[in-house]
């Protein structure tokens, strides 16, 4: 009986020394096991936030026999929309986005094309790179446009970087109905990057670091996109960390007596270029007739 009371005991104490050392060993691993820290909606150019889009469709104003600008302007956008749009490239796929573009030489795209080309990748963004001209030579700084509803938040993320590192006027957010934009199924927003028709910011885009200024800081802004804050009451402030939604001009249905020249200057060349095109057609057709005839 004896006998049995001690192996009892024995297989008690062994038994509770095993689950004190389960215990202890649990107690250790816990103990170990630290709670990340908190993930900062600051952005760094380390790693992308996480975001819900990984495709950027990048269209780089203008191209081939259009110049871009008004009529006898010195600098040709074409050629800084390319090298900025190759820039932003360049920095997004660093940062593992796929990228697309609707031109990477001088070629000329149609606009039907080039929104063809941002509509046919789903949950994609449609980024437009374009300089400003005016006839007035004082016009200047920077402008965003967008469309939809749903391009308020990119167009707020790209134009608040920009005007918080670059020395240019602000010139706001604009809602306007472009082609590129109201026809976009994905978020589209059109960035001008300063007047090239004005000396200070004509020299400023002759300089490589200053385009990839602007390349770096739109780059940071559709990487900071989703930390764009929702709208809030006057007066409110915004959490430490976010970007405020910019508030917008509506364009729908005015013009801007800085830019309606040159958009006016751009419909007369591609009306123009249309009609040739045509024209050329009706030629070849009758030609066509005549040697069947």
Request: aromatic share 6%; net charge positive.
């Given at each position: 009986?004896?006998?049995?009371?001690?192996?009892?005991?024995?297989?008690?104490?062994?038994?509770?020394?095993?689950?004190?050392?389960?215990?202890?060993?649990?107690?250790?691993?816990?103990?170990?096991?630290?709670?990340?820290?908190?993930?900062?909606?600051?952005?760094?150019?380390?790693?992308?936030?996480?975001?819900?889009?990984?495709?950027?469709?990048?269209?780089?104003?203008?191209?081939?026999?259009?110049?871009?600008?008004?009529?006898?302007?010195?600098?040709?956008?074409?050629?800084?929309?390319?090298?900025?749009?190759?820039?932003?490239?360049?920095?997004?796929?660093?940062?593992?986005?796929?990228?697309?573009?609707?031109?990477?030489?001088?070629?000329?795209?149609?606009?039907?094309?080039?929104?063809?080309?941002?509509?046919?990748?789903?949950?994609?963004?449609?980024?437009?790179?374009?300089?400003?001209?005016?006839?007035?030579?004082?016009?200047?700084?920077?402008?965003?446009?967008?469309?939809?509803?749903?391009?308020?938040?990119?167009?707020?993320?790209?134009?608040?970087?920009?005007?918080?590192?670059?020395?240019?006027?602000?010139?706001?957010?604009?809602?306007?109905?472009?082609?590129?934009?109201?026809?976009?199924?994905?978020?589209?927003?059109?960035?001008?990057?300063?007047?090239?028709?004005?000396?200070?910011?004509?020299?400023?885009?002759?300089?490589?670091?200053?385009?990839?200024s602007l390349a770096e800081n739109i780059a940071r802004g559709i990487r900071t996109r989703s930390a764009?804050?929702?709208?809030?009451?006057?007066?409110?402030?915004?959490?430490?960390?976010?970007?405020?939604?910019?508030?917008?001009?509506?364009?729908?249905?005015?013009?801007?007596?800085?830019?309606?020249?040159?958009?006016?200057?751009?419909?007369?060349?591609?009306?123009?270029?249309?009609?040739?095109?045509?024209?050329?057609?009706?030629?070849?057709?009758?030609?066509?007739?005549?040697?069947?005839?």
């Open positions: 009986m004896s006998s049995r009371s001690s192996t009892g005991r024995l297989l008690i104490a062994v038994a509770l020394g095993l689950a004190s050392t389960s215990d202890t060993a649990s107690a250790g691993l816990f103990s170990r096991e630290k709670k990340p820290a908190p993930e900062s909606i600051v952005e760094t150019d380390a790693a992308p936030p996480t975001r819900s889009s990984t495709v950027v469709v990048i269209d780089a104003g203008h191209g081939g026999f259009d110049r871009g600008g008004i009529p006898r302007q010195r600098i040709a956008e074409k050629d800084m929309t390319l090298d900025v749009s190759l820039r932003l490239r360049s920095l997004l796929q660093k940062s593992g986005y796929q990228v697309i573009m609707t031109r990477d030489r001088d070629v000329f795209v149609p606009l039907g094309t080039r929104i063809g080309i941002a509509n046919s990748y789903r949950n994609a963004i449609f980024v437009c790179i374009h300089f400003n001209s005016a006839t007035r030579a004082g016009a200047e700084g920077i402008e965003t446009y967008f469309y939809s509803r749903d391009s308020l938040a990119l167009a707020s993320a790209i134009h608040y970087n920009l005007i918080g590192n670059t020395p240019t006027p602000n010139r706001g957010v604009r809602r306007r109905g472009y082609y590129v934009l109201r026809k976009a199924r994905v978020p589209a927003v059109l960035v001008e990057c300063g007047f090239l028709t004005n000396p200070g910011e004509g020299r400023d885009a002759l300089k490589p670091t200053y385009r990839q764009v804050a929702g709208r809030t009451s006057s007066g409110q402030l915004v959490a430490e960390g976010t970007i405020p939604l910019q508030p917008f001009i509506d364009q729908t249905r005015v013009r801007d007596p800085d830019t309606s020249r040159k958009k006016r200057s751009s419909k007369k060349r591609s009306k123009h270029k249309s009609a040739v095109s045509s024209r050329g057609s009706e030629i070849a057709s009758s030609k066509k007739k005549f040697s069947e005839d």
